[in-house]
Nanobody, 119 residues
Framework: QVQLQESGPGLVKPSQTLSLACDVSGIGITSGYYHWNWIRQPPGKGPEWMGA???????YYNPSLKSRSSISRDTSKNQFTLQLNSVTPEDTAVYYC???????????WGQGTQVTVSS
């Protein structure tokens, strides 16, 4: 059974860097032809795809976040990570990691982690 679990700080101050990790169990993140995605949902808004790292290590980013985002992976820990720089209160959201066949479809989700940006 494939499971994803997000972890990271619940509170980040403005202008700081948000760092999140997604621990994957049940499958290696280099196995298959999957894309490992980050998606967020701000309060009262719809979900926003942020970016992904593919099975071969290629990364993809939402153009609106590309300048502030970095996605990487640690195969020894079977996890992938998200860094978002220079956060503002508008980055407050529930952050999800998800596995999909592409950057457009997501079949397995983590439970999500709330991140609040506030001083």
């Amino acid at each position: 059974q494939v499971q994803l679990q997000e972890s990271g700080p619940g509170l980040v101050k403005p202008s700081q860097t948000l760092s999140l990790a997604c621990d994957v169990s049940g499958i290696g993140i280099t196995s298959g032809y999957y894309h490992w995605n980050w998606i967020r949902q701000p309060p009262g808004k719809g979900p926003e795809w942020m970016g992904a790292i593919a099975y071969g290590g290629v990364t993809y980013y939402n153009p609106s976040l590309k300048s502030r985002s970095s996605i990487s992976r640690d195969t020894s820990k079977n996890q992938f990570t998200l860094q978002l720089n220079s956060v503002t209160p508008e980055d407050t959201a529930v952050y999800y990691c998800a596995r999909g066949d592409s950057i457009w479809s997501y079949e397995i989700w983590g439970q999500g982690t709330q991140v609040t940006v506030s001083s």
